[in-house]
C-alpha cells in the first residue's frame, strides 16, 4: 500500500505511513486532537493511486474525488491544503480567558458607574435644585393667589397642589432633605394651620376665629390678646409667618446655584 506524508493541523507535527495504517488513527500521537485533526502534506504520486488519493470525508481539505481524478490533482490539491487557515487550539488559554473576564467586567463597571451618575443626580447638582425649585414654585404661586383673594375651596385644592409637589421633592431626597426643602415644608405646616382655622370659624358666624385657637395665634403669631380675633387677622398673619419661609428657602437656593 502507497506511503503519505501528513500533518497535525493542532500541533504541525508530521507523520508517514501507509494510507491504511494512517486512516486507523484516531487522534494525533502527540497532542491527542481528534476529529479531522490531519491533513496530507505531500500526496504519493505512486502509480495506479489515483483511486486511493481521496481524503476522509468532511476533513479540512474540503477535496472531492472528482478533484483528484483529475491530471492536475496535485496541484489542486496544494491549493485546498495551503488555503486551510490554521485551527485554533482546542483549549483556549486560562490566560486569555481571564483577560476577557476582566475586560468585561471592567466594562460593566463603568456601564454602571455612568448610570449611577445619571440617575443618582436627585440629589445633587442641577437635578436636585430642579427638584426643590417645583415647589418652592407653587409656594409661591399660592401666596401670589392669596395677595388677590382666593375661597376656601379655591385654597384647599392650591394647598393640595403644593402637597403633592413636597411629597415629590421628600421622596428624591432619600430621607435627608436639604435646607431650602425644609423650610418649604415648615411654611406648609402654616399654611395648613391656616386651613384649619379657617375651616372651624364656618362652625360659627365665619367672622372671628374660634377661642381654642386663641393662645396660639397671640404666642405664635403676635396677634393682640383681645377676646375675639377675626378671621382674616389671624389668616393673614399665618400666612405671613408661611411667607417668611418660602422667602428663606428662594434664599437658600439661590445661594447654591
Given at each position: 500500500m502507497p506511503e503519505i506524508k501528513i500533518r497535525c493541523?493542532?500541533?504541525?507535527k508530521r507523520f508517514s505511513g501507509e494510507r491504511g495504517k494512517i486512516d486507523l488513527l484516531?487522534?494525533?500521537?502527540k497532542c491527542g486532537s481528534v476529529g479531522d485533526w490531519w491533513t496530507v502534506l505531500v500526496?504519493?504520486?505512486s502509480p495506479g493511486e489515483t483511486e486511493n488519493r481521496v481524503l476522509k470525508q468532511g476533513s479540512p481539505n474540503g477535496v472531492n474525488s472528482a478533484e483528484l481524478g483529475s491530471p492536475s490533482s496535485t496541484s489542486t490539491l496544494a491549493q485546498h491544503v495551503n488555503r486551510q487557515p490554521p485551527s485554533l487550539p482546542s483549549r483556549m488559554p486560562k490566560l486569555l480567558v481571564l483577560l476577557l473576564l476582566a475586560t468585561m467586567l471592567s466594562?460593566?463597571?463603568?456601564?454602571?458607574?455612568?448610570?449611577?451618575?445619571v440617575t443618582s443626580g436627585g440629589k445633587t447638582g442641577q437635578s436636585a435644585k430642579s427638584v426643590e425649585e417645583a415647589p418652592l414654585?407653587?409656594?409661591k404661586a399660592l401666596k401670589s393667589r392669596l395677595a388677590v383673594g382666593v375661597s376656601y375651596k379655591?385654597?384647599?385644592v392650591l394647598l393640595g397642589d403644593l402637597n403633592v409637589k413636597l411629597d415629590v421633592a421628600e421622596e428624591a431626597s432619600d430621607g435627608d432633605p436639604s435646607l431650602a426643602l425644609t423650610y418649604l415644608k415648615r411654611a406648609f405646616l402654616h399654611f395648613d394651620y391656616a386651613r384649619l382655622v379657617w375651616q372651624e370659624s364656618f362652625k360659627s358666624n365665619g367672622k372671628f376665629v374660634p377661642y381654642l385657637?386663641?393662645?396660639t395665634l397671640v404666642t405664635e403669631y403676635g396677634l393682640a390678646g383681645t377676646s375675639q380675633i377675626w378671621l382674616d387677622d389671624a389668616l393673614n398673619a399665618i400666612w405671613g409667618k408661611a411667607g417668611d419661609f418660602i422667602s428663606k428657602a428662594d434664599a437658600e437656593l439661590k445661594g447654591t446655584r
Amino acid at each position: 500500500m502507497p506511503e503519505i506524508k501528513i500533518r497535525c493541523v493542532h500541533c504541525n507535527k508530521r507523520f508517514s505511513g501507509e494510507r491504511g495504517k494512517i486512516d486507523l488513527l484516531t487522534k494525533c500521537p502527540k497532542c491527542g486532537s481528534v476529529g479531522d485533526w490531519w491533513t496530507v502534506l505531500v500526496p504519493s504520486t505512486s502509480p495506479g493511486e489515483t483511486e486511493n488519493r481521496v481524503l476522509k470525508q468532511g476533513s479540512p481539505n474540503g477535496v472531492n474525488s472528482a478533484e483528484l481524478g483529475s491530471p492536475s490533482s496535485t496541484s489542486t490539491l496544494a491549493q485546498h491544503v495551503n488555503r486551510q487557515p490554521p485551527s485554533l487550539p482546542s483549549r483556549m488559554p486560562k490566560l486569555l480567558v481571564l483577560l476577557l473576564l476582566a475586560t468585561m467586567l471592567s466594562v460593566a463597571g463603568i456601564s454602571a458607574g455612568v448610570w449611577w451618575l445619571v440617575t443618582s443626580g436627585g440629589k445633587t447638582g442641577q437635578s436636585a435644585k430642579s427638584v426643590e425649585e417645583a415647589p418652592l414654585a407653587e409656594a409661591k404661586a399660592l401666596k401670589s393667589r392669596l395677595a388677590v383673594g382666593v375661597s376656601y375651596k379655591e385654597y384647599v385644592v392650591l394647598l393640595g397642589d403644593l402637597n403633592v409637589k413636597l411629597d415629590v421633592a421628600e421622596e428624591a431626597s432619600d430621607g435627608d432633605p436639604s435646607l431650602a426643602l425644609t423650610y418649604l415644608k415648615r411654611a406648609f405646616l402654616h399654611f395648613d394651620y391656616a386651613r384649619l382655622v379657617w375651616q372651624e370659624s364656618f362652625k360659627s358666624n365665619g367672622k372671628f376665629v374660634p377661642y381654642l385657637f386663641r393662645d396660639t395665634l397671640v404666642t405664635e403669631y403676635g396677634l393682640a390678646g383681645t377676646s375675639q380675633i377675626w378671621l382674616d387677622d389671624a389668616l393673614n398673619a399665618i400666612w405671613g409667618k408661611a411667607g417668611d419661609f418660602i422667602s428663606k428657602a428662594d434664599a437658600e437656593l439661590k445661594g447654591t446655584r
